[in-house]
């Protein structure tokens, strides 16, 4: 991982004993190589390996945690996109966020940009309005620089597994070009069929229509599931560990072949009415679950977010605009008809993740303390920042133990902000674990090989690297 | 503020780098003079600026935080009622505070009630049966000098700003007076419109047959919006900033003209169902938003209360008697259709409270971290105490930063509480930002700068003043 | 209590100057009798007073806690019963444990294993594969002691008071025949009367007909209750404090007579469907509690829990054997029925258990700081454990305070385990209690009658000891 310059103890616990403890776990797995098994890092930008642009199209752009909170202060969102007809160049956005900069403190967005800006550029002046500028010319003057490309950044912050997020019918080439090239660490794709699963999804139909004609299969039930068979087969040929699924609402339901193919037929053609579309979307989970039996790919579930908030913004500016809000999200319920199936399956891997934090110990920490089958997703979304992850462990451990998490997920699309967002875990985990161990309820040693083993044996079982 | 004295280090970090950061940032805003925003004190104690009449008026009588808990401890509420004829005096009853005083330890009341005790009385003697009468007579003593008056009180407590809250129809005959006086600090009205609103209301077909009757409007909807338009411009002349509701479940919906028309006509023949009067309520929280869009009142709701709990209770002794009892709030889909037509407009400000501590990190920081018209309210009811206030500041902070809250607000009756209540969220406050100075993730000069605004620039900003 | 060997500060706050303080708290109560009032100890362990088989039937085989954790590394359940003929001695199963034991760090189930290892077999060394035999032998040569057989335990362990749970039907003969020994400490029964209110449970009718066969009453419902009536009576001879309620959802209801009787009819009839076996159970908490206000039971209720998720492992190996998963738990209008009734009537208390964390603040303490006759439940089942024992005190204390909790209640069917669970809980309240005495907010002197009260005046007035 990066050289980082700012203080070393940043993030953990104050009280020096405990901080004594917490640093030498810290320093243990300081260094560790990073294993993302789940983000959203495109492929083709390692591929390509082309110089950032400049510093917004780092930092800004693309990041909807930072123009989110932009434009809650008050910033439209096109003002904070680049376009030289309207005189609005990268200075003057650069200008924008260092103006807003500071509501940025005390946030997870703040704290990851100003490790960025340490440990990738070396810059620890504050950003601000007098800074602005001068930083602004530090980060695009090392950004022409071959050391500040994708390839050597990926180098550089020690990625030993990559894994990107993919759509089933991607034929998969950037990574295939990936695994022949030189690159040091795996790129993988990760299966995503929401789009062919989701009759609410729109364009549904016609994505299945796509999905059956490229795989050469029958428009009925059995020539939809051998479709996303094959697919699944092309991408666990190309390198893919886990296939992963968003919901708005956990719900699973396990129907029989006769019904299953009548709703298919129904959402196909558009008859369908909500509670027979819930029902399809159930049983697709359930039908995944099976196809992870069978093809060893890791199941996630990324349940409880209603996406597109705005629709205004949405119809401006697209998707993944910084407008999904979570939702209350109830598991125990809702994956009991999957787990009956297949929780006692050996060999079944399913890593469920929650913006909900109240599920962590009423229903996550039970189900993954029972199931061998269910892994504890890392805190995901607005949940990975430090006290967060803190609340997490304090929330889960007691009555699931370290063993029975997935290990940190990034769920990034900034590879710039990958070691941050790691050593930001790390850091915590330290904290946590020294204080257990200060107040003598684990053992130091004991402590050491579970530091050790959340970096690297869990993340390893958990995703079968 | 009021000088106070005891251990001037009092609800800050106890790890002493981290106190001493956190009385630096204290000590900046200690005297700061108080703004409040949201409150329940009434104009007439002002105006009148008669003095209390013992401490159990003062103190007691109208707490219902202090009255529930007692009732808890198996006190008839009656007993708490002064009454001559039923050999009752007031020192008979804070014999009966002072016989369970040791139930309010580590309660919000219990602290609030030795700070006002220690800082406007310098009463340090801890309260019980022993010191029950010694304390009564120091306090009746203190309370028949002038500089124990409402008024003398107010202008002790730098009070600069202070909002009342009132009936749609109230001609603020006590604001204008109070406007005209000489008091130092600016007393000001809140539109609270619920009775109007809300169809299930006892007596809301009469509400709304004066409100249109006071402004001569028609009896269609056309005329029951301008009443309320007429009411809020009245309001706004007399210097309100901002329009409070109060809804048991949060749910929004817009309705087009002759859908809403026939809803109006509905609830008032008395004729509507469950479905129709949520609907209409829903309705006319939109129509509110529309006119705060228009008229610039800053729109606060307050949901998720079930009121009136226990009728036994409601029948002998009326609302607010210390049985209103929280539920599960829902924000994200119910505030979605006011936040689709108005979530956007400039200008628009909407402050969300909860006394559901689950919708913070999932809900409410994330909406607020987007669109510019939400501010997430500071902790309220049972949850504007020490514990609850940092558990806020964690829950929120890492997602929507620190200026996107509505600074503290007391909400209280009681005059006396109002610095009390101030400090302990200047404190906590204080707490929390050394906590993050302290551990390397803000800057002490950033911190200080969000010291100051926390009690300064933030409500003004919000409140409009 | 038990003398412990390790560290004698472990759980308390690291802080020094906190920790000094929680020292002089936890040492005051350290030795303090344990009274716990609601667990599972089956009686006749006592009365047969037999030595414990192995260190498996001593820490593993009844113990959901340890089995499940294994369960979800991969362990069959099935290999941990000890089967000669399968050839799984004890010694087989304990390396099986041991193998795993890194597994349970940082979990309730490893703190107190440790802590019985260390506070009654005098082992410190740690568990592991290297040190299986050993300490497998060392608690095995102890087992055939007569200082560690059950009777022996229980007295060294200063149990004061004890409560079973027990069947409706049982005639408590066990009970008796304690009560008559010379055992040092009270064994009460505890009313449990589940399988005969709900209509739901596997045998209802059948158990519905052995109550009134065996009390010779008329099958209608006043038949019913007066049979239920009956069993209470017997149970108060013998001792009985409380009847205990667990049902999935809280839900009650008040119904007239004749609609009772007419779902009473039809849940025996089985013609009932869900909403009126829902309506007969709710009912049937009203009515209990009914009895409670004429008898003085104690009522407890424990909700909130989804029982035998994986119907595979139930089909296997039966109940209680891990897969109880919680749900989310409504309080605030579920029980209003109830409280409507019942809630202020002198003498009655209602003691009200969650799984579910978001209740706490949100809706037990307002309830328990109102009702006179609601207690908050200590943390259960999930939630006994240090951080989450802690979280509950700061979620309920500032509304509430510490006078209207029920004092710990252990739950645990493992005798060994109590004086672990009661020192857990005193150290973490002495912790807490140092917390609020440090930053100010509580006296020394207030909170030492606090902690004295938490483990011998609270639990004694709530369950009328």
Known sequence: MIQVHR??????????????????????????????PHGHVPPSLLLRDEPYIDPVALLVTGDHYVTRLLHAAGVDLADLVVEASAGRDARTVWRTLAAHWHRFAGTASG?????????????????????????FDEIA?????????????????A??????????????????????????????????PDRYLDPDVIGFAGNVERLLSSTGRPGDFAGYLGALEERRAHFIRHGAVSADHGVE???????DLGEAERLFQAVIA????????????????????????????????????????????????GPDTGHDIPVATEFTRGIRPLLEKYGLERDFHLVLFAVDETAYSRELAPLAGFYPSVYLGAPWW????????????????????????????????????????????????????????????????AAQRIMDDLVGAIPREVFKL
């Open 7 to 36: 203080d070393s103890a940043r993030l953990l616990p104050v009280e020096p004993s405990t901080r004594a403890i917490a640093l030498d776990l810290y320093e243990r797995v300081a260094d560790a190589p990073i294993i993302s």
């Open 382 to 445: 607005f949940l990975d920042a430090p006290d967060a992850i803190a609340r997490h462990r304090s929330a889960v451990t007691e009555t699931a133990g370290f063993y029975r998490g997935s290990g940190f997920i990034d769920d990034t699309r900034a590879l710039l902000s990958i070691p941050a967002r790691h050593d930001t875990a790390r850091r915590v985990d330290a904290g946590f674990l020294a204080g257990l161990v200060a107040d003598g309820r684990v053992r130091l040693d």
């Open 249 to 255: 609402e956990l719900f699973t339901l396990d129907l």
């Open 141 to 157: 003057a090392a950004l022409s620089r071959p050391g500040f490309r994708p390839r050597a950044l990926f180098e550089r912050f």
């Open 111 to 135: 704290y990851w940009i100003e490790e960025e800006l340490d440990g990738v550029f070396g810059i620890t002046t504050p950003l601000g309005p007098d800074s602005a500028d001068a930083i």
């Open 270 to 317: 558009g008859t369908a009415d909500a509670a027979e579309r819930r029902a399809f979307r159930g049983h697709m989970l359930v039908q995944m679950a099976r196809m992870s039996v069978d093809d060893g790919l890791v199941m996630t579930i990324h349940p409880g977010v209603a996406r597109n908030h705005s629709s205004a913004t949405l119809d401006r500016f």
């Open 159 to 192: 990625i030993e597994f990559l894994a990107t997020t993919d759509d089933p019918l991607d034929e998969l080439q950037a990574h295939a070009a990936l695994a022949a090239s030189t690159l040091k660490g795996r790129v993988a794709p990760t299966f995503r």
